[in-house]
């Protein structure tokens, strides 16, 4: 092989000198270290933000949901922290925010139909329609919530993994009739064109003859339309008859036709004996009157009263009058109409709230109906009256309807009944701190008799006012 001028150089020996540029090696190792810091610093702000998303996600409280929706709220939960991670490295936050919002609004629901069957549990099972049987089920960890909606369906309804509890209150078929009944005409019951007698009271001699509502069938009609038209009559169809919402919703003749039957037959079953009451009549005997407070009730030419149980009247600014005993007054021949002092401490109706709110009159009510008499719990006695009209005469059904109502406590009632009081013009209803003078005012028109006195003292005595405090002044 030729050498060159020099030779071999590297047999000569000689070393050839040049120096390598580093430049492009050096910018490579530049930009891995960068991607590097770029990638640490993403993943450091991916896990800052599935941390931040993290606080948001609030795990589900046991305390809130009951045991047999926590299984799966819980799963929900674990899924949904097992796939935030995923969306977080996606860069898909809106799939996130998605999935929180489904797995909030589940435990939401669970929350709710949580206090939804609490409410259910805690409901008075005297006023409303309770299953204790259902509530075993849902308590039971081997009974699935499907089995409980099919066998409870008139408590229950099953929709989107929840049961929903229905709270009905039960018709108050009882006050409903006792309404009607005050205003409904009455009559001696006769067999064979005699009266039937129920026996004697033994420490006056008085008869009791049997009374009946005079045309009991419009009665049960009436309220088997107001059973039917009410959701707690409803339900309470559905238990006594044994039929289901599916069956109680038919529109056809003979769907209607059997729900109307089944509505009278609970009814007529519920209410017949109320439509056969007692009325006491007593048997004129010498040197003593004709009138008597015995077992709280009474007769006189003009009016029947009874004694029922004392009661609460609401006053304004929440405050309660608590009382021990009323009597029911009720105007056989027309309402008598008297004049009553109203003394300060009085109080008036407020039919837009149903509470009785202090009065700044004082002096006579000329020409007022007097209602009820009651004693409070401090012993004082109280008169409720309405005040004058312009009328001559008002029916004693309507009043009667009239007393119901103001006595109900109710607003509505309140309203109502004094609509009826604009439309006949009458006043405004009274509670009257009452006195001596009230008591004899009171007394005297309903009795219509000598020695009121001594009678309104016996007959506040009876509603538990003290004999010491009576103030006879005779």
């Given at each position: 092989?030729?050498?060159?001028?020099?030779?071999?150089?590297?047999?000569?020996?000689?070393?050839?000198?040049?120096?390598?540029?580093?430049?492009?090696?050096?910018?490579?190792?530049?930009?891995?270290?960068?991607?590097?810091?770029?990638?640490?610093?993403?993943?450091?702000?991916?896990?800052?933000?599935?941390?931040?998303?993290?606080?948001?996600?609030?795990?589900?409280?046991?305390?809130?949901?009951?045991?047999?929706?926590?299984?799966?709220?819980?799963?929900?939960?674990?899924?949904?922290?097992?796939?935030?991670?995923?969306?977080?490295?996606?860069?898909?936050?809106?799939?996130?925010?998605?999935?929180?919002?489904?797995?909030?609004?589940?435990?939401?629901?669970?929350?709710?139909?949580?206090?939804?069957?609490?409410?259910?549990?805690?409901?008075?099972?005297?006023?409303?329609?309770?299953?204790?049987?259902?509530?075993?089920?849902?308590?039971?960890?081997?009974?699935?919530?499907?089995?409980?909606a099919k066998d409870y369906q008139n408590d229950v309804?099953?929709?989107?993994?929840?049961?929903?509890?229905?709270?009905?209150?039960?018709?108050?078929?009882?006050?409903?009739?006792?309404?009607?009944?005050?205003?409904?005409?009455?009559?001696?019951?006769?067999?064979?064109?005699?009266?039937?007698?129920?026996?004697?009271?033994?420490?006056?001699?008085?008869?009791?003859?049997?009374?009946?509502?005079?045309?009991?069938?419009?009665?049960?009609?009436?309220?088997?339309?107001?059973?039917?038209?009410?959701?707690?009559?409803?339900?309470?169809?559905?238990?006594?008859?044994?039929?289901?919402?599916?069956?109680?919703?038919?529109?056809?003749?003979?769907?209607?036709?059997?729900?109307?039957?089944?509505?009278?037959?609970?009814?007529?079953?519920?209410?017949?004996?109320?439509?056969?009451?007692?009325?006491?009549?007593?048997?004129?005997?010498?040197?003593?009157?004709?009138?008597?407070?015995?077992?709280?009730?009474?007769?006189?030419?003009?009016?029947?009263?009874?004694?029922?149980?004392?009661?609460?009247l609401k006053l304004e600014g929440g405050n309660v009058?608590?009382?021990?005993?009323?009597?029911?007054?009720?105007?056989?021949?027309?309402?008598?109409?008297?004049?009553?002092?109203?003394?300060?401490?009085?109080?008036?109706?407020?039919?837009?709230?149903?509470?009785?709110?202090?009065?700044?009159?004082?002096?006579?009510?000329?020409?007022?109906?007097?209602?009820?008499?009651?004693?409070?719990?401090?012993?004082?006695?109280?008169?409720?009256?309405?005040?004058?009209?312009?009328?001559?005469?008002?029916?004693?059904?309507?009043?009667?309807?009239?007393?119901?109502?103001?006595?109900?406590?109710?607003?509505?009632?309140?309203?109502?009944?004094?609509?009826?009081?604009?439309?006949?013009?009458?006043?405004?209803?009274?509670?009257?701190?009452?006195?001596?003078?009230?008591?004899?005012?009171?007394?005297?028109?309903?009795?219509?008799?000598?020695?009121?006195?001594?009678?309104?003292?016996?007959?506040?005595?009876?509603?538990?006012?003290?004999?010491?405090?009576?103030?006879?002044?005779?």
């Amino acid at each position: 092989m030729a050498n060159g001028p020099f030779g071999n150089p590297l047999s000569t020996g000689i070393a050839l000198s040049f120096e390598v540029d580093m430049t492009p090696y050096r910018e490579m190792h530049k930009r891995k270290l960068l991607a590097a810091k770029e990638k640490e610093e993403d993943q450091k702000k991916k896990q800052q933000q599935y941390a931040d998303i993290l606080k948001n996600i609030t795990p589900p409280d046991a305390s809130k949901i009951h045991k047999k929706y926590m299984p799966e709220i819980q799963n929900q939960y674990a899924e949904l922290i097992d796939s935030a991670m995923g969306y977080i490295n996606k860069n898909d936050v809106a799939s996130l925010h998605k999935h929180m919002f489904e797995f909030d609004s589940n435990a939401k629901k669970a929350v709710q139909a949580t206090e939804n069957y609490k409410n259910y549990v805690d409901s008075d099972a005297n006023k409303t329609f309770k299953s204790i049987e259902a509530i075993r089920a849902m308590e039971d960890d081997n009974t699935a919530l499907s089995q409980i909606a099919k066998d409870y369906q008139n408590d229950v309804e099953y929709g989107d993994g929840f049961l929903y509890w229905a709270t009905i209150e039960r018709p108050d078929l009882l006050g409903e009739t006792n309404k009607i009944l005050q205003g409904a005409e009455k009559t001696i019951v006769f067999d064979g064109g005699k009266p039937v007698v129920m026996g004697r009271m033994p420490e006056t001699d008085e008869v009791i003859y049997q009374e009946s509502v005079k045309d009991p069938d419009k009665v049960i009609d009436y309220l088997s339309g107001w059973l039917m038209s009410s959701p707690g009559g409803n339900r309470l169809l559905m238990d006594y008859g044994g039929i289901n919402a599916g069956q109680l919703d038919e529109r056809t003749p003979d769907g209607m036709q059997k729900r109307a039957a089944l509505a009278r037959e609970y009814v007529s079953k519920e209410i017949g004996p109320k439509l056969y009451g007692q009325k006491i009549s007593k048997i004129p005997q010498e040197g003593k009157g004709g009138f008597s407070f015995s077992m709280g009730s009474g007769k006189s030419e003009g009016s029947i009263f009874n004694k029922s149980g004392g009661r609460e009247l609401k006053l304004e600014g929440g405050n309660v009058l608590k009382t021990k005993g009323q009597y029911d007054v009720t105007f056989t021949k027309g309402t008598g109409r008297t004049t009553m002092s109203v003394p300060s401490g009085s109080y008036v109706l407020d039919p837009t709230t149903g509470e009785y709110k202090p009065t700044s009159f004082t002096g006579s009510l000329e020409d007022a109906i007097p209602l009820y008499p009651m004693v409070g719990e401090d012993n004082q006695e109280w008169y409720v009256a309405i005040s004058k009209g312009e009328v001559s005469d008002v029916d004693p059904g309507k009043m009667a309807l009239v007393m119901a109502l103001i006595g109900s406590g109710d607003p509505q009632d309140a309203l109502e009944a004094q609509k009826i009081l604009d439309k006949s013009k009458y006043g405004q209803t009274y509670l009257i701190k009452g006195n001596d003078s009230v008591r004899n005012q009171f007394w005297q028109k309903i009795l219509g008799q000598d020695h009121t006195k001594q009678r309104a003292a016996n007959a506040m005595k009876e509603l538990g006012k003290s004999e010491d405090r009576l103030g006879l002044g005779i």
